[in-house]
Nanobody, 124 residues
Framework: QVQLVESGGGLVQAGGSLRLSCVAS????????MGWFRQAPGKEREFVAA????????YYPDSVKGRFTISRDNAKSTVTLQMNSLKPEDTAVYYC?????????????????WGQGTQVTVSS
């Protein structure tokens, strides 16, 4: 069982930056691929970033590549999403999630554990 708690959301102007953090409970954090997803009102949950258990491989969709950076600290059971050059279309609730293994990291249905979400609002 893994419990995830996100923090760091808020309101920012377009072009600004935010840093989201997710702290996990449990002793096997490094065994999980960690992902970030987002969901805007009326839209499906969207993959944003993922990082393998040992931190060696990162994944991003084109919509955030070059602007967002995912990282993890296994000693602190923490995964972070640094978001730069934010756009109004980045506005959504952002969720941290944990996947045992790493197959289909881009699919929300692959993840067994989810945080409660944190709101990110980007004003134009």
């Amino acid at each position: 069982q893994v419990q995830l708690v996100e923090s760091g959301g808020g309101l920012v102007q377009a072009g600004g930056s935010l840093r989201l953090s997710c702290v996990a409970s449990g002793r096997t954090f490094s065994s999980y691929t960690m992902g970030w997803f987002r969901q805007a009102p009326g839209k499906e949950r969207e993959f944003v970033a993922a990082i393998r258990g040992r931190g060696g491989t990162l994944y991003y969709p084109d919509s955030v590549k070059g602007r967002f950076t995912i990282s993890r600290d296994n000693a602190k059971s923490t995964v972070t999403l640094q978001m730069n050059s934010l756009k109004p279309e980045d506005t959504a609730v952002y969720y941290c999630a944990a996947l045992m293994g790493g197959n289909y990291y881009y699919s929300a249905s692959s993840y067994a554990y989810w945080g409660q979400g944190t709101q990110v609002t980007v004003s134009s």
